[in-house]
């Protein structure tokens, strides 16, 4: 394989709409290695951060930079699973081998490749069922297998786990877990404080739109730098 | 009720000028329609995936052309095909292909734009997941087609069901001509002029027994698969 496509470099980063900032002066370098874990409340701009790195959203301001100048590379080689898992009407394994197609896997390799990646969630039982129909923790597991079959090199997850209960939660976990011990770096978006201790090696803390601090895990969770993640961890309001 | 019965009896009566006449208005319909999907999905496809200038403008215009009157497309086609038009070598004046053009036209609008609404609609779902996958304008307009098809059959029957009623179109290009260009709506008109009140009735029961079962027939193509894809 090529060099990797990391480091990914935010260079002052803003997104404002319509002249309302949504996330500004964000300035970043993600690197190979240690999961990271981007964790805020609602509305702080996880989504939108991690929108800008995958290049769904173009900055307003600042730059977004990537190891690798090819567009095409560099779609294939990152992934994102959203909150709401998209499913097109067809069948799980269809929903894959698709994925596959378009990244340009040759046709003839599509479907053991999928089949492995429903393999590797847990989803071989489910096959051949219309994707829509399964139920909302196998969807966002068969999001994963649809992300993971591309191999990427960088995994971004928008609150996979927001609309789960508690037994499917654990399920994506250890999916996540495991994409993570094979080396695809993994950028995680959560309000879930449990979770980002279980997953996560460091943490960016957004709040308003900004980046308040970055450290590794245990110290923010023993010693958060910013008052703000503090009063954040022990459940305060912002606003109060 | 008599009416009603009377003219069911006459229509009978008619036996095979009757299926000439109503072999010919589904052919003619069904194939506007088949025309007009072809051409009208992609169209409504293209409009709902791709950002232009002037796109909102091409929307509103296409909505607008879903109200043309078909005398007035009947008259257009007419004077393209029209032995002195620029179409008229092709001889296709009063002959079911210039019914098939001129109803085509007038379906076209109405397929495009029913089908641009519900592909917007679902490019609104899919577009992140489709651009993430990283798939290009012309691959989402194609999946989102496939993926929509449920809620595009409707589209679709609306544009049969404007083909199969109207009759100021074919009327003019073809002519109504006995045994070649006849349709049910066009013998309708021509049996109320004349008087034959039972017989007009008649066949308008027929022509809306054929427009129910088309719909049904769809309708349930339609859940039946939904069901099973969710």
């Given at each position: 394989m090529a060099a990797s496509i990391l480091p990914l470099v935010l260079e002052d980063v803003a997104y404002a709409?319509?002249?309302?900032?949504?996330?500004?002066?964000?300035?970043?370098?993600?690197?190979?290695?240690?999961?990271?874990?981007?964790?805020?409340?609602?509305?702080?701009?996880?989504?939108?951060?991690?929108?800008?790195?995958?290049?769904?959203?173009?900055?307003?301001?600042?730059?977004?930079?990537?190891?690798?100048?090819?567009?095409?590379?560099?779609r294939r080689r990152q992934a994102m699973v959203f909150q709401r898992p998209v499913m097109l009407r067809r069948s799980a394994l269809a929903n894959v081998v698709y994925a596959l197609a378009i990244a340009g896997v040759p046709a003839a390799e599509r479907e053991a490749q999928a089949r492995a990646a429903l393999e590797e969630v847990g989803l071989r039982h489910v096959a051949q069922r219309p994707a829509r129909v399964l139920s909302g923790g196998e969807q966002q597991r068969l999001a994963l297998a649809r992300a993971w079959a591309l191999h990427p090199e960088v995994l971004f997850l928008d609150e996979p786990t927001a609309n789960l209960d508690p037994g499917a939660v654990r399920e994506i976990e250890t999916v996540i877990k495991a994409f993570d011990a094979a080396g695809t770096k993994i950028v995680m978006a959560t309000h879930n404080l449990g979770q980002a201790r279980r997953?996560?090696?460091?943490?960016?803390y957004l709040q308003a739109g900004r980046v308040?601090?970055?450290?590794?895990?245990?110290?923010?969770?023993?010693?958060?730098?910013t008052a703000e993640a503090a009063a954040f961890m022990k459940g305060e309001l912002p606003w109060a | 009720m008599n009416a009603i019965a009377e003219g069911l009896r006459r229509v009978l009566e008619l036996d095979r000028e009757l299926w000439h006449i109503v072999a010919l208005s589904l052919e003619v319909s069904l194939s506007a329609v088949l025309i007009a999907t072809t051409l009208g999905l992609p169209l409504g496809a293209a409009l709902a995936v791709k950002r232009f200038r002037g796109r909102r403008g091409v929307i509103v215009v296409l909505n607008a052309l879903m109200g043309?009157?078909?005398?007035?497309?009947?008259?257009?086609?007419?004077?393209?095909?029209?032995?002195?038009?620029?179409?008229?070598?092709?001889?296709?004046?009063?002959?079911?292909?210039?019914?098939?053009?001129?109803?085509?036209?007038?379906?076209?609008?109405?397929?495009?734009a029913l089908a641009r609404q519900a592909l917007e609609d679902a490019w609104r779902e899919y577009e992140e997941q489709l651009r993430s996958l990283g798939a290009r304008e012309f691959t989402a307009a194609l999946t989102l087609i496939w993926d929509a098809r449920f809620s595009l059959v409707t589209a679709v029957l609306a544009g049969l069901g404007r083909a199969a009623a109207e009759v100021g179109a074919v009327m003019i290009v073809g002519g109504n001509i006995d045994g070649v260009t006849r349709v049910m709506t066009t013998?309708?008109?021509?049996?109320?002029?004349?008087?034959?009140?039972?017989?007009?009735?008649?066949?308008?029961?027929?022509?809306?027994?054929?427009?129910l079962a088309l719909n049904a027939a769809a309708q349930l193509v339609k859940e039946t698969a939904e069901r099973r894809f969710g």
């Amino acid at each position: 394989m090529a060099a990797s496509i990391l480091p990914l470099v935010l260079e002052d980063v803003a997104y404002a709409p319509r002249g309302q900032p949504l996330v500004r002066g964000i300035s970043l370098t993600i690197e190979a290695g240690p999961s990271t874990i981007i964790l805020g409340a609602n509305g702080a701009g996880k989504s939108v951060l991690m929108r800008l790195m995958h290049g769904l959203l173009a900055p307003t301001s600042g730059r977004v930079r990537w190891h690798e100048v090819d567009a095409a590379s560099l779609r294939r080689r990152q992934a994102m699973v959203f909150q709401r898992p998209v499913m097109l009407r067809r069948s799980a394994l269809a929903n894959v081998v698709y994925a596959l197609a378009i990244a340009g896997v040759p046709a003839a390799e599509r479907e053991a490749q999928a089949r492995a990646a429903l393999e590797e969630v847990g989803l071989r039982h489910v096959a051949q069922r219309p994707a829509r129909v399964l139920s909302g923790g196998e969807q966002q597991r068969l999001a994963l297998a649809r992300a993971w079959a591309l191999h990427p090199e960088v995994l971004f997850l928008d609150e996979p786990t927001a609309n789960l209960d508690p037994g499917a939660v654990r399920e994506i976990e250890t999916v996540i877990k495991a994409f993570d011990a094979a080396g695809t770096k993994i950028v995680m978006a959560t309000h879930n404080l449990g979770q980002a201790r279980r997953l996560g090696d460091e943490v960016i803390y957004l709040q308003a739109g900004r980046v308040m601090e970055r450290s590794p895990i245990d110290d923010f969770f023993a010693h958060p730098a910013t008052a703000e993640a503090a009063a954040f961890m022990k459940g305060e309001l912002p606003w109060a | 009720m008599n009416a009603i019965a009377e003219g069911l009896r006459r229509v009978l009566e008619l036996d095979r000028e009757l299926w000439h006449i109503v072999a010919l208005s589904l052919e003619v319909s069904l194939s506007a329609v088949l025309i007009a999907t072809t051409l009208g999905l992609p169209l409504g496809a293209a409009l709902a995936v791709k950002r232009f200038r002037g796109r909102r403008g091409v929307i509103v215009v296409l909505n607008a052309l879903m109200g043309l009157p078909p005398v007035v497309v009947g008259l257009l086609v007419y004077l393209l095909l029209s032995r002195a038009g620029p179409l008229g070598e092709l001889g296709l004046l009063f002959t079911p292909g210039a019914m098939i053009i001129a109803q085509s036209v007038l379906v076209l609008p109405i397929i495009a734009a029913l089908a641009r609404q519900a592909l917007e609609d679902a490019w609104r779902e899919y577009e992140e997941q489709l651009r993430s996958l990283g798939a290009r304008e012309f691959t989402a307009a194609l999946t989102l087609i496939w993926d929509a098809r449920f809620s595009l059959v409707t589209a679709v029957l609306a544009g049969l069901g404007r083909a199969a009623a109207e009759v100021g179109a074919v009327m003019i290009v073809g002519g109504n001509i006995d045994g070649v260009t006849r349709v049910m709506t066009t013998a309708i008109a021509l049996e109320t002029s004349k008087g034959d009140l039972p017989l007009a009735l008649g066949l308008g029961f027929v022509l809306i027994a054929l427009v129910l079962a088309l719909n049904a027939a769809a309708q349930l193509v339609k859940e039946t698969a939904e069901r099973r894809f969710g």
